[in-house]
């Protein structure tokens, strides 16, 4: 049971590169969400999903695109980095509709942008 | 605008001497005020949550208060231990929509110094 996993845990990108932050979970939770935690701000909500094919924008939704096609699988992509995308990512998972069960949040990816 | 503010920013307690972190939220929809605790290099994890039908949940050495009037709550970690160094954030959320989605707080980074 790997939990909440995510990849790469690094990243550097130059301005104006586009990539694919992979989520993936085994726990089969309907809910899944995508943070960024910057210095200062705390985590902010990016995107969203409350099961597969179902999708919506959080705080900061702007630079990022997510989609959900499986119920294991919550890809965040980045169209055109910029450096204000600098920045940890952390996804995390929960059952949906209960306060019963915290979120798991997976380790992070620390993404450099130049 | 931060929808939970979180205070203080940092805090650096002696051993055995009590924690004590506050949050304030303006949402009056919020009804699940969980805490999360992180430690350098990890996503964070659930350490304690709080309904607003109770003023004040205990799970060991940590507690958290509820003021459902000043819409306040906070975290108490009594006997702190250097172990406890990490950084807390507070979050609210609610079931409305059908799913529950936290907005954090930006954290507090708590140094237990031995």
């Known amino acids: 049971n790997a939990g909440v996993t995510q990849t790469p845990k690094f990243q550097v990108l130059k301005t104006g590169q586009s990539m694919t932050l992979q989520c993936a979970q085994d726990m089969n939770h309907e809910y899944m969400s995508w943070y960024r935690q910057d210095p200062g701000m705390g985590l902010r909500l990016i995107h969203y999903s409350v099961g597969a094919g179902i999708t919506d924008q959080g705080e900061v939704p702007n630079g990022y695109n997510v989609s959900r096609s499986t119920t294991e699988d919550f890809p965040l992509r980045l169209l055109s980095a910029a450096p204000s995308q600098t920045s940890v990512y952390f996804c995390?998972?929960?059952?949906?509709?209960?306060?019963?069960?915290?979120?798991?949040f997976g380790s992070g990816t620390r993404l450099t942008v130049v | 605008q931060q929808q939970v503010k979180q205070s203080p920013q940092s805090l650096i307690v002696q051993k055995g001497g009590i924690s004590i972190i506050n949050c304030a939220y303006e949402?009056?929809?919020?009804?699940?005020f969980p805490w999360y605790q992180q430690f350098p290099g990890k996503g964070p994890a659930l350490l304690i949550a709080i309904r607003p039908d109770v003023s004040e949940k205990k799970e060991g050495r940590f507690t958290i208060s509820f003021n459902k009037s000043a819409k306040q709550f906070s975290l108490h970690i009594m006997d702190s231990q250097p172990g406890d160094s990490a950084t807390y954030f507070c979050a609210a959320g609610s079931l409305s929509g059908g799913y529950n989605k936290l907005i954090f707080g930006a954290g507090t980074r708590l140094a237990v110094h031995p």
């Open positions: 995390a998972s929960s059952y949906s509709r209960s306060y019963n069960y915290g979120y798991t």
């Open positions: 949402n009056t929809a919020f009804d699940y």
